[in-house]
């Protein structure tokens, strides 16, 4: 299941939160290594975006929660269509 999640953390001084950016990053590699997350971008100014590919929902909620306990923010969660699911689907439907 692919999932797209854009953290809104909030407002604290940024030099504040270096060590939880440093230990962010450190949490998100071994997901990066195992497929979980497909890809990871910091924003502009302040949060990130990660494209998640987990199992089921509730591997979503323990990540945004892990994710959440290293800096607190607010989520936004879009579930995503593989490209070539979406094709197919297309292709049968005529949608």
Same mark, same amino acid.
């Given at each position: ?25 450190? /949490? ?12 990871? /971008? ?24 892990? /994710?959440?306990?290293?800096?607190? =923010? ?13 094709? =197919? ?7």
């Amino acid at each position: 299941m692919l999932f797209m999640v854009i953290s809104t953390p909030r407002p604290e001084k940024p030099s504040t939160m270096v060590p939880s950016r440093k230990a962010y990053w450190e /949490w998100l590699a071994p997901l990066e290594a195992n497929g979980m997350c497909k890809g990871a /971008w910091a924003r502009t100014g302040r949060g990130a975006v990660i494209l998640f590919d987990v199992p089921n929902n509730e591997t979503l909620h323990r990540l945004m929660n892990e /994710w959440a306990e290293i800096i607190p =923010a607010t989520f936004e969660v879009y579930p995503l269509i593989d490209t070539g699911a979406a094709k =197919a689907f297309l292709g049968k439907s005529g949608a």
